[in-house]
């Protein structure tokens, strides 16, 4: 059963990788947005990680200051109480000091240990931003090679048909357009011609009035 387990779930992963990268051949922009968006999730989760071990070294600092007072706090005490020669309180507060000072030095080399390791999440983390941020740039850089590449490819279809695909049916359309056009333009020009025309005899006519009337 576990075998049997195993295989489907290699089998599963493999359609999974595969699915994958067809997905990526298809729509490399696609993936690449989602790349870029799953970084950026994972970089911000680095982040909290390292707000968190920020304020640990807070508040093991805060400890540390505390213990360190009540470290001189019991100093000074004992030093009474053996000006008074109790024995009950010397003991006491030699064990308060020796409690205090054990802790005052377990929280160093702890706040030593977390800043040292902090040190290092940071520039990790500092990496990480980089790294992102470059995977932007290169993403601006792929978007503009895209656009060029279709801004080419469509205006190859324009100015070279016959490169493209259906050449035959936009060879046809090209050839109907440019005929289209002469015959606009021969019709405009027919339409000037006859103006021209009606212009000029108008004018004819206009000069030739005064005479008639004379007559």
Known sequence: MTTLWKRFKYAFEADLHNAFDKKEQKNPIAMLNQYIREAEKQT?????????????KIQLEKELQESQEMLAKRTTQLELAN?????????????EVAAYTNRAEVLQASISRTTEELFGLEQKYEEMKHKVKDMKVR?????????????HHQMDRMLQPESSKNADNRLVAFDEMEQYIDRLGQRIEKDHDVSSMERRLAQLEKKEQPTHEIV
Do not use: P
């Open 83 to 95: 000006q008074t020669n109790e024995g009950e309180l010397i003991d006491f507060a030699k064990a």
């Open 44 to 56: 911000e989760k680095t982040g909290t990680w390292i707000e968190r071990q920020s304020q640990l």
């Open 139 to 151: 993403q601006l850089q792929l978007m503009g090679k895209e656009n060029v590449t279709r801004a």
